[in-house]
């Protein structure tokens, strides 16, 4: 059975960008190095890795936040349906109101144009009375 280990030694790794210090074994498999590829792996696994965690926490906060303007968002427009319900019972009032004011205002304008008629009539029937007592005292 042949040996998929040709060579090992150990090689240190630093990576600046995010301080981590990798010490890592070169195994030479199959004839080929391992080494740069491996590195290179685990280096982008581990900044995707960071970021990831970084932009999953900025999703958090910005869920967290959210959440926390919508349940004030929620509360106001309550307050604000709250406040419009009532200003809807109050036009439903007014305008109740209004209508019997209407009403009120079409008999008042009624019985203001029969007063007129009757005065009329009144002052015609003492014209007609007039006339009638001048024509007899001046025609004997």
Known sequence: MPRLVYGCKFLSLTDSAHNIHYTSQVVRMSGFIWEDETRHAVLEGHATLERTAESLARSQRTAVETER????????????????LHSKRRLTDTDHELSQT???????????????????????????????????????
């Open 69 to 84: 303007i919508a349940e004030e968002v929620v509360s106001e427009l309550g307050a604000q349906r709250e406040t419009l």
């Open 102 to 140: 209407r009403v009120l205002l079409r008999k008042m304008t009624l019985h203001v144009l029969t007063n007129k008629i009757i005065l009329i009539f009144i002052i015609v029937l003492e014209i007609c009375i007039l006339a009638g007592v001048c024509y007899i005292k001046f025609s004997h």
